[in-house]
T-cell receptor, first 112, second 115 residues
């Protein structure tokens, strides 16, 4: 089925470890973005991409890196995990013009 | 910068009662507006969207929302709540001129439905 696939679904990290959250879409969407969800704060934008090779920072980019070498993939890297990065992470993809956003099922990350 | 305010982090209604979830945005130019629903341990599902066509937008599961420019509001309603409507609801905006096509979300409203 077409959509956005995120892996892993759950992850526990120790403080200081690094890891990559994977995101892939098969809808040929130009735009992709990463959000984190924390209680009472809705979803906040971490990084986004408007096409292969083009990325930019969102509202809360510190501690995260992204790259977009292909249209399909948009991985999110945690450089040195901190407890403040404990959250649920969602990847989304879309066409332009607000036509619609498709969200992945999320990655629940705990940093201890 | 865009901001979205959802009044009431928790709303409780009885089954069969009217559901009203409030959303106000800040923008001088009407943006695109969305309502998403999130069931426990799941991702976000689009309920409905406003993209400058009809001001009354009908969505899935019997929900609808009305865009009111004068009030900068996009409140979500459903005439009769069902137990299956219990979930968290998010209002989101995308500015009309937004090169990155990003969404700004409200803080969410958790809807509880009492039998």
């Amino acid at each position: 089925n077409a959509g956005v696939t995120q892996t892993p679904k759950f992850q526990v990290l120790k403080t200081g470890q690094s890891m990559t959250l994977q995101c892939a879409q098969d809808m040929n969407h130009e735009y992709m973005s990463w959000y984190r969800q924390d209680p009472g704060m809705g979803l906040r934008l971490i990084h986004y991409s408007v096409g292969a090779g083009i990325t930019d920072q969102g509202e809360v980019p510190n501690g995260y890196n992204v790259s977009r070498s292909t249209t399909e993939d948009f991985p999110l890297r945690l450089l040195s995990a901190a407890p403040s990065q404990t959250s649920v992470y969602f990847c989304a993809s879309s066409y332009s013009g607000g036509r619609g956003y498709t969200f992945g099922s999320g990655t629940r990350l705990t940093v201890v | 910068a865009q901001s979205v305010t959802q009044l009431g982090s928790h709303v409780s209604v009885s089954e069969g009662a009217l559901v009203l979830l409030r959303c106000n945005y800040s923008s001088s130019v009407p943006p695109y507006l969305f309502w998403y629903v999130q069931y426990p341990n799941q991702g976000l599902q689009l309920l409905l969207k406003y993209t400058s066509a009809a001001t009354l937008v009908k969505g899935i599961n019997g929900f609808e929302a009305e865009f009111k420019k004068s009030e900068t509001s996009f409140h979500l309603t459903k005439p009769s709540a069902h137990m299956s409507d219990a979930a968290e609801y998010f209002c989101a905006v995308r500015p009309y001129n937004n090169a990155g096509n990003m969404l700004t979300f409200g803080g969410g409203t958790r809807l509880m439905v009492k039998p």
